[in-house]
């Protein structure tokens, strides 16, 4: 019998709890922010996998620490308490910048996988690398990233209709719209780092800075997002392309909106990597070759309707086989073809991923953390109609070269006084400029 350590681990403002599990040679152990539909429908679909090929029971356990970006803090704090391996197997989800910030920092374990299953899959989506040219991560799949928003409350309010990011910039949303902690969450991180590269740093922290002066709340996880809107608690939210369609299926598609910024979202892979030191690496590389099948695409793609579907609930992702679309066809609850859509930003992985940890930090303290002093300032200034009030009212505490030379720093160990320092004055920063704004 399997024996059951609990440690609690208290943080300020954060309570931790890790299992830590005394775990046989066949249990793979998977970090992933994952929602437990997906994450039955693999474990099934993989032990049927490896039981074709006639391999014994194995089993799995899916470790929650929340999402992404909690998931991110966990694996960076525990391998510097182990260097060599934290007896966890794999990371599964969270968005190509996670990976990159994960290989920079050398914690992915190199595998190449067979070329008949890695032949099937593309190679990029929309000029973004669905996998590692190294063979450190691999995508298993993909996401888009847009606005959804209800369609009968809109109408009702006389609301307008948006169709780009800045248009949840208008002061007629005040207390409209939903967003997401990206502390917290990296689907969240992931819109607001999309914003930055669409529109530039400058009018990009704008834009930002304006639609968290519209924010009713900010919900734990993008996830929420989705929910918030069916339910009418607001009217809008940026919202994940798969977590929409869900929500929309289960509420009345005819209720809602899902809109992808025209040429201003990106077309992002939801990958999966071996973490260094991997105790179960042979079966962790098995995992990763059924990702990446057709059989476990294929549960991401139909209903559970079809013989190949999930065995319970729709998951509605996007595959990362070129050839499912047009061999699905109709049978498929994708319409769109990813690899055929053009008119996306040319999104930079390797920016965002440097710079992952000091958006968060700069979005928590200066929008987050301030939003009461903000909403107050941005009634103020949009009221006024004071251009030069509009303008200081997202004046930034750092450029994006000096967040750039942050990023390079930002999780070291011996970063940990000044990152808490710089921290508490973008939060004073915040403030202080708020409080000026609202006189």
């Known amino acids: 019998m399997m024996r059951r350590f609990v440690t609690a681990l208290v943080l300020p403002s954060v309570v931790w709890v890790l299992c830590v599990t005394a775990v046989g040679a066949d249990t793979l152990r998977i970090l992933s922010p994952h929602p437990a539909l997906l994450r039955d429908e693999f474990t099934i679909g993989f032990k049927d996998w490896l039981a074709g090929a006639g391999r014994s029971e194995v089993e799995l356990e899916w470790l929650d620490q929340g999402g992404t970006s909690r998931i991110m803090r966990f694996i960076l704090s525990e391998f510097k308490r182990s260097p060599d391996g934290i007896n966890i197997d794999l990371f599964f989800g ?66 307008p209709e948006v169709r780009t990011w800045a248009d949840l910039c208008d002061p007629a949303l005040i207390s409209r719209i ?103 690496l042979e079966l962790a590389q098995r995992f990763v070759d059924y990702c990446l099948t057709p059989s476990a695409q294929k549960r991401l793609m139909l209903p559970p309707s079809d013989p190949e579907g999930p065995s319970a609930e729709a998951i509605a992702r996007s595959s990362v086989l070129p050839s499912l679309y047009e061999e699905l066809g109709d049978r ?77 720093r930002w999780n070291e160990a011996d970063y940990a006084l000044e990152r808490k320092r710089l921290v508490s004055k973008w939060r004073d920063f915040a403030r202080s400029k708020y409080k000026r704004l609202t006189r």
């Open 332 to 408: 498929s609850l994708i319409r769109q073809d990813p690899f055929k859509v053009e008119n996306t930003i040319r999104y930079d992985p390797a920016v965002g991923g440097r710079r992952w940890s000091i958006v968060n930090a700069l979005y928590g303290a200066l929008i987050i953390d301030s939003q009461r002093e903000l909403t107050a300032a941005w009634k103020a200034v949009s009221k006024s109609g004071n251009a030069s009030d509009r303008t200081a009212l997202s004046e930034m505490p750092v450029s994006e070269a000096e967040a750039h030379d942050l990023g390079g």
């Open 94 to 159: 969270g968005g190509t910048d996670s990976f990159l910030q994960l290989k920079r920092a050398h914690l992915l374990e190199r595998y190449v996988v067979p070329d008949e299953i890695l032949g099937r899959v593309g190679t990029h989506v929309a000029g973004v690398p669905v996998y590692d040219s190294e063979h450190e991560w691999y995508g298993v799949a993909l996401a888009g990233f847009g606005i959804m928003y209800n369609r009968l409350l809109q109408r009702r309010f006389k609301l």
């Open 178 to 280: 939903a967003c997401a902690d990206p502390r917290n969450s990296g689907s969240a991180h992931m819109v607001y780092e999309i914003i930055l590269q669409a529109y530039g740093w400058d009018r990009g922290w704008r834009i930002l800075t304006e639609i968290g002066g519209n924010v009713k709340s900010f919900v734990p996880g993008a996830s929420d997002i989705p929910q918030a809107v069916a339910l009418g608690n607001v009217v809008y939210g940026p919202a994940i392309d798969f977590y929409a369609y869900a929500q929309m299926a289960q509420s009345g598609a005819d209720k809602f909106m899902y809109i992808a910024p025209d040429g201003l979202s990106v077309i992002n892979a939801d990958p999966i990597g071996i973490l260094k030191g991997a105790p179960r």
